[in-house]
């Protein structure tokens, strides 16, 4: 079969995907294996690729955490799935359901262990989920990170977002568009930012309410102040890091939520002062994907609402490192995905 592993160029330079061979892998007991049909990618994969993230150790491994298939085999002792299955994987091998635990970091696909950028991989049984009905292989291949994040952060962790609450989404890129469709969904408002007005305009046709081109902008956070009658949101999806994060202070409501996600704008510390989040007696989630388990359940949410990721362009698997080009310019709206 063929995959990609991601290797270094020369002795030390950055990581690229690299297409190799190998054998089809055989599934063992407890295990099923999956021919993988789609990927997508994830600004994570970004900080694989260039060391700044994970990258299993000394050893090259298979990149890419988010992936659907269907089953082909399955190993002894496992009756809960068949072949023809139409399945997804998790982004923790391991964490199935509960809250989150450190050693879950030792299986996360395309990270700290292989990944899904392959024709098949044998998984445990445990680490699979049923992809809906509605959906086809490449919207399934975007669940798995962003979406999940999205749900975690908003019906999970700490309070599920309020009824005719406001969401401020920052960018639009895979978890921030995700968490549009589904508050609006939910009958909430969001405000969205992006430096783009095409992208904007995107946006509001999802269920954006309110639309801020922060490159027009500077100072948004005023802007999602005034917007929201003085009070701020209910919520902010903070993909940013360090240099939204004041920003990000500033626009939520008292007594409101700022889910921490992303570091789009590095992992300096923030300059910024943390009073204001005692001022407002503020809550931050740090939100690091999700569970099984809250995968079955988001699934259900996307299903009765009939929501579908957007994927903004597809590539072909021998077109893996375009792929990665394509996220790393950043001019994509929602997800960026590799059909096999």
Not at 143 to 161: D, H, K, S, Y
Not at 262 to 291: E, K, W
Request: aromatic content about 8%.
């Amino acid at each position: 079969m063929k995959r990609y592993l991601l290797k270094p160029e020369g002795e030390d330079g950055p990581l690229r995907p690299v297409a190799d061979e190998c054998a089809k892998p055989e599934p063992q007991s407890g295990e099923v294996l999956v021919k993988m049909r789609a990927c997508s990618l994830n600004y994570r994969d970004l900080l694989v690729k260039s060391g700044q993230s994970a990258s299993g150790g000394d050893g090259a491994i298979v990149p890419l955490s988010d992936g659907a298939g269907e089953i082909e085999a399955v190993g002894e002792g496992i009756t809960d799935w068949k072949a023809g299955d139409r399945v997804a994987l998790t982004f923790f091998q391991d964490w199935q359901d509960g809250p989150f635990s450190m050693k879950y970091h030792k299986a996360a696909r395309g990270g700290s262990c292989d990944g899904v950028l392959s024709e098949y991989v044998a998984v445990p049984a445990h680490s699979v989920v049923r992809i809906p009905d509605y959906l086809n292989f490449i919207e399934a291949a975007c669940l798995p990170c962003a979406a999940v994040t999205a749900w975690q952060a908003l019906f999970e962790r700490g309070r599920p977002f309020p009824d005719g609450g406001t969401l401020l989404c920052l960018g639009t890129g895979g978890v921030s568009v995700i968490a549009l469709q589904m508050v609006a969904a939910a009958g909430g408002k969001v405000i969205i930012t992006s430096s783009s007005d095409e992208k904007l305009e995107r946006a509001k046709a999802l269920g954006a309410t309110e639309l801020i081109n922060y490159r027009k902008s500077p100072d948004w956070d005023k802007e999602v102040f005034s917007l929201t009658g003085k009070e701020g949101v209910d919520q902010v999806l903070e993909v940013g890091g360090p240099g939204t994060f004041e920003k990000s202070m500033n626009s939520v409501k008292a007594g409101g939520t700022i889910s921490m996600i992303g570091v789009l704008t590095g992992f300096d510390p923030s300059p910024a002062g943390l009073f204001p989040l005692v001022a407002r007696a503020v809550d931050v989630n740090g939100i690091y994907v999700g569970s099984r388990a809250m995968f079955a359940r988001m699934n259900e949410f996307l299903a009765k609402h009939q929501i579908r990721p957007v994927v903004d362009e597809t590539f072909a698997f021998a077109e893996a490192e375009k792929a990665y080009e394509c996220l790393e310019n950043a001019g994509h709206f929602g997800k960026v995905a590799i059909e096999f």
